[in-house]
């Protein structure tokens, strides 16, 4: 066959196969759930067994190979729950019908296909799913640091429509600060502090939760300068407690009363002290200069709330906290 006809064939066959193509692949990809359905309170035998067609092409998908179909697994469910109008009372009855297949596909298949999977139950947005999330941040639960970010991040961002009873919200708290200190990532970490400093302000978690996430908070910091003194935790997790301190300050703090921050402020000045008496590394650079970073954190904090004395200042106004400008991140 000369060359010339190779090229024409090769071109006719390329031309066909796109022209083909999308029909097939949109098959094989699947697409979102109807919207009357996830608008439903309720769900039929028919809407039941729609959903569970539904799933089953989504884990199918995700055990795929192929990493495009793999997000395409991803992307049916998340559009499905984000993108579209969902009623709050479907989600724990979709989530009650999906998490047990991709419960299997996050401990038994690759991290990617794994990932795309905790993608999907972080837009589930529901106590089942939390929850979920809460104990995938555990070493013991997760051994791979990459997923544990992953589903740390997704409690860092909280977003869920649903309000959590008090039960719900301190059973999440208690897995988070029992697993944050078993952490050994700094960014695993980090992100671990995060989701406790979100659940301290968010709206959907009860004042009494708030109060023990904001205790949680205090109390997880605290250890680990702590053990960052005493040797026993990488010097690498003052980055945590850094990021951490930084965050409360961006996002807690506009949220909060003046009398929850300076009661916050008040219960870390031991551990803020603490932080300025570490002895700084000699090496690496950039380890160095993220206990410059920590000391000019703890150096706002101190004078911002602390009047540079150690004593909260500020008083129980109910109003929001205005917040000082957050200190540069590494």
Do not use: H
């Amino acid at each position: 066959m000369s060359i010339n006809r190779i090229i024409i064939v090769g071109f006719v066959a390329g031309v066909m196969a796109l022209s083909l193509a999308p029909d097939a692949r949109d098959q094989q990809l699947g697409s979102k759930l109807s919207e009357k359905i996830t608008q439903s309170t309720t769900v039929d035998q028919s809407a039941k067994a729609e959903i569970t067609k539904f799933i089953d092409q989504a884990i199918k998908n995700l055990n795929s190979t192929d990493p495009l179909t793999v997000r395409s697994g991803r992307e049916m469910v998340v559009s499905s729950m984000t993108k579209q109008q969902v009623n709050p009372a479907f989600r724990p009855v979709f989530a009650a019908m999906i998490l047990p297949d991709l419960k299997k596909v996050i401990s038994s298949a690759s991290a990617f296909q794994a990932t795309n999977a905790l993608e999907i139950v972080k837009a589930l947005q529901c106590p089942d799913s939390i929850s979920f999330l809460a104990e995938q941040t555990a070493v013991k639960n997760q051994p791979n640091s990459s997923l544990r970010l992953v589903a740390a991040g997704g409690l860092a961002t909280l977003r869920t429509p649903i309000e959590l009873t008090s039960g719900q919200a301190d059973g999440v708290l208690k897995t988070l600060g029992s697993n944050v200190i078993k952490e050994t990532d700094w960014m695993v970490a980090s992100y671990d502090l995060q989701a406790i400093c979100t659940f301290s302000t968010s709206p959907q978690v009860p004042k009494a939760s708030q109060a023990f996430a904001r205790t949680a908070l205090v109390n997880a910091l605290g250890y680990f300068v702590t053990q960052i003194r005493k040797g026993t935790v990488q010097p690498e997790m003052i980055r945590a407690v850094n990021r951490s301190l930084a965050i409360y300050m961006r996002d807690q703090v506009p949220l909060a009363t003046q009398a929850d921050v300076a009661a916050v402020m008040k219960a870390l000045a031991t551990t803020l002290k603490e932080i300025k008496n570490l002895p700084v590394p000699s090496k690496p650079e950039s380890l160095v200069e993220a206990y410059t970073q920590a000391n000019k954190t703890v150096d706002t904090i101190q004078k911002t709330f602390l009047g540079g004395t150690g004593s909260a200042s500020g008083g129980a106004t109910g109003k929001p906290a205005t917040p000082p400008p957050p200190p540069a991140k590494k």
